[in-house]
């Protein structure tokens, strides 16, 4: 195949994605940030511009991995987000635009986050895909929450964020786009509920949470959901309610 033909460089760029893919699996975030580089040249090349763009933000996570939120945010998802801003409205703006909206949420720029979160959800709804709309959701709903964390000393507008934030969790349940997005999506409208000390409504959350946990993945992402689970499950525990969970329940979970 001609090393200068679309379909080389397409298949080349594949090679590159999962040969970084490896090595980030093997705690190499740097070496598979240079190789994700590499791909997104590859993929552009091809004409693959949506995948050049998701290995760029898979750049912008590679980074974040070793904790470099700030450089990860000026180096790839800024300079990117200008560039989807000029694009037509498509899955990868969307997706940049989230990717952007998440990062700033852990350099604590809520408003920037905020304000990308927004953009992203428009883009999606725009384009009519109910995945793209609750992935924006998720994301918007964390960031809403983390504002309502931030605002906690003035009573009425933590409230008032309190209450968006559940209110977007659960428009991303409702949809039933994607167990993973809406399982999330639970879990944080537990979390919000027990710091609430809204018990009850709780207690009418845990079992659908309960149902899902035993399917929950062996991988990173499946012990998170556990390690936040049982972080809040102790103060269901503690409230001692009808049908709350016991302690051997916590500890299974774990």
Sequence with gaps: QNSTSPGYWSVYAQTLNIQARLELAQDKALTAFDTWGEAAIAYRNAGEDYKSI?????????LQAQGYYQQAVKQILEPLTKQLEEAPDSAAKSLG??????????????????????????????LDDPTQVAASQLTLANIVYARAQELSSREKQA????????????????Q???????????????SILVDDERFWEAMNLWPQIRYQVDRLPADRDGIYARINLAQNLPALVRWGGPDSPSWSTVITIL
């Design 54 to 62: 998701r290995s760029r933000i898979r750049q912008a996570r590679a």
């Design 97 to 126: 635009l989230r990717s952007l909206a998440e990062a700033l949420q852990i350099t604590e720029s809520l408003d920037k986050a905020e304000e990308a979160a927004n953009d992203a959800l428009a883009v999606a709804i725009s």
């Design 159 to 174: 409230n008032n964020k309190i209450a968006e934030a559940l209110d977007l969790y659960q428009q991303v349940i409702d």
């Design 176 to 190: 039933g786009i994607g167990t993973a997005d809406r399982f999330r999506a639970q879990l944080n409208q537990l």
